[in-house]
């Protein structure tokens, strides 16, 4: 599945459904806006260019992006963090380059990588770990 777009006149916020694994920490941060029961499940009018970025922010995998479309973007990290989430995947944070089998280059400022060899979509997890009980 590919990227789908969402969009006011400030903000765009991009949502790459093979990237996520469902933390749901932006429906946690703002309700109005990330809703996974309503359709299109992204409703970026219902809060501030600066509260739909910091959400953004908080997404572990990299599935969410914002880009500002007025006013001052934010500036990307520049050094690379990695840190194992508790009986989830590696959160990856910075400046990504992934190089797949076939030679295809992504470039990502975050990912969640799979810890638990369960996922299909594999480096990335997938939250295969939640029914594969993974501990870590």
């Known amino acids: 599945m590919s990227a789908r777009e969402y969009a006011t ?78 009986d989830g995947p590696l959160l990856v944070r910075g400046p990504i380059r992934i190089v797949q089998p076939d030679g295809t280059v992504e470039e990502l400022p975050r990912a969640a990588f799979c810890r638990c060899g369960q996922s299909k979509n594999k480096p990335f997890c997938d939250g295969s770990h939640r029914d594969a009980g993974f501990r870590a």
Not at 20 to 41: E, G, I, M
Not at 44 to 64: F, K, N, Y
């Open 9 to 86: 006149e400030e903000i765009a916020v991009e949502w790459r459904p093979r990237l996520c694994y469902h933390s749901l920490n932006c429906v946690k941060a703002l309700p109005l806006v990330f809703d996974k029961d309503r359709r299109p499940w992204i409703d970026p009018t219902q809060a501030t260019a600066d509260e739909i970025e910091a959400a953004v922010d908080r997404c572990p995998s990299g599935a969410l992006r914002a880009r500002r479309l007025r006013g001052s973007a934010r500036l990307a990290p520049t050094e690379v963090e990695v840190k194992p989430s508790p």
